[in-house]
């Protein structure tokens, strides 16, 4: 079992940086991939980002590839998202997610709460 705890959203203008930050209790989290989704008003979930259990491998959307880093730090039993020159079209709740196989589309098993991110132009 893996608990999931996002926080680092916020109001940030269009072009500027956000670090979103995921805690995970669950000793299963060490050995799980973990990504990070999101979701804008009247759309559906999609996929932002995937690290595999150790970080040594990584998948991003197209619209994020070249903005977005995903990392983690297994001591900490966390894992993040920078994001930089964002744009409006950012703006979502973001997830975290743990667990499932490193597959496209990612289908994790675990989930966190979710934090709003909002970039306004």
């Known amino acids: 079992q893996v608990q999931l705890v996002e926080s680092g959203g916020g109001l940030v203008q269009a072009g500027g940086s956000l670090r979103l930050s995921c805690v995970a209790s669950g000793r299963a989290f060490l050995t799980s991939n973990v990504g990070w989704f999101r979701q804008a008003p009247g759309k559906e979930r999609e996929f932002v980002a995937l690290?595999?259990?150790?970080?040594?491998?990584?998948d991003y959307a197209d619209s994020v590839k070249g903005r977005f880093a995903i990392s983690r730090v297994n001591a900490k039993m966390a894992v993040y998202l920078e994001m930089n020159n964002l744009k409006p079209e950012d703006t979502a709740v973001y997830y975290c997610?743990?667990?499932?196989?490193?597959?496209?589309?990612?289908?994790?098993?675990?989930w966190g709460q979710g934090t709003q991110v909002t970039v306004s132009s």
């Open positions: 997610a743990a667990g499932g196989y490193y597959n496209l589309p990612y289908s994790p098993t675990y």
């Open positions: 690290t595999n259990y150790y970080g040594g491998t990584s």
